[in-house]
Nanobody
Framework: QVQLVESGGGLVQPGGSLRLSCAASGSIFGFYVMGWYRQAPGKQRELVAS???????TYADSVKGRFTISRENTKNTVYLQMNSLSPEDTAVYYCNLHLSDRDYWGQGTQVTVSS
């Protein structure tokens, strides 16, 4: 059983920054990928960024240069540093762990960018 606990969402003004954290616990071993997805109202859930446990990263085009994903393998924790936020980044952000062909999800954290 794997559990993901997210933190760090909230309300921020355009141009501001937020840092999301996701701590994973449970039976986690071998190769796995951790990442962040987001879902805005009326839209499909989309990949924001992901990182493998050997450090390879992937970013959505819309966040390249503004968001940075990182992880601490010893803590099974992944972070998403979000800079230069815009209203278009408003969404519920979900932490994801892909392990042994299974996907695990966090409960989601709301990020609202508004003046």
């Amino acid at each position: 059983q794997v559990q993901l606990v997210e933190s760090g969402g909230g309300l921020v003004q355009p141009g501001g920054s937020l840092r999301l954290s996701c701590a994973a616990s449970g039976s986690i071993f071998g190769f796995y990928v951790m990442g962040w997805y987001r879902q805005a109202p009326g839209k499909q859930r989309e990949l924001v960024a992901s990182i493998t446990n050997d450090g390879r990263t992937t970013y959505a085009d819309s966040v390249k240069g503004r968001f940075t994903i990182s992880r601490e393998n010893t803590k099974n924790t992944v972070y998403l540093q979000m800079n230069s936020l815009s209203p278009e980044d408003t969404a519920v952000y979900y932490c994801n762990l892909h392990l042994s062909d299974r996907d695990y999800w966090g409960q989601g954290t709301q990020v609202t960018v508004s003046s």
